[in-house]
């Protein structure tokens, strides 16, 4: 269906928009994908936080224009698909990545995060970046260990310098 030019300003202002929130942008070659597959791939990038979306190349670059992914625009031919990442970087390259395996005919085609246009091949490294909830079980396990350490080597020094002291204090306290 040909868009008249304010549909085709709303699609860019839309695009505009996402773009210049989005964490990385995953463009895929879609060619190929069944109705049924796409559909399940829309569903799930609604539930991981993907802005999904199939427009004209040019459309495309023109939303673009002046956001951090400006630097796709001269790689971006024949009919692609645009994942933008709105919540956390990897949810686009997990999102392409999980439905290439069982689609053959899906395959990334540019990824871009931070500004910087980078090989297709990168969506592997994409995907492998930890969840928002992932990276602030991390943050919390690095921040524990040292008062985890110290509190090893407190009881350590304890139970060297106290022997079995420490029992019957545990018990009296008990009881």
Known sequence: MALNLSQKQEVVA???????????LVAAEYAGTTVSQMTAMRKKA???GVYLRV??????????????FEVVKDVLTGPLLYA???????????????????NDKL???VVSVEG?????????????????????????????E????????VKAVA????????????????A
């Open 14 to 24: 839309e695009l505009a928009e996402v773009a210049a929130k989005a964490h990385s």
């Open 46 to 48: 609604r539930e991981t």
């Open 55 to 68: 427009v004209k190349n040019t459309l495309a670059a023109r939303a673009v224009a002046g956001t951090e």
């Open 84 to 102: 933008f990442s709105t919540e956390e970087p990897g949810a686009a390259g997990r999102l392409i990545k999980e439905f290439a395996k069982g």
């Open 107 to 109: 395959k990334a085609k």
């Open 116 to 144: 910087k246009l980078l090989p297709a091949a990168h969506v592997e490294v994409l995907a492998s970046l930890p969840t928002r909830e992932q990276a602030l079980a991390m943050l919390a396990r690095v921040l524990a």
């Open 146 to 153: 040292p008062a985890s350490m110290f509190a090893r080597a």
């Open 159 to 174: 139970d060297k310098q106290g022997g079995g002291e420490a029992a019957p204090v545990e018990a009296t306290a008990e």
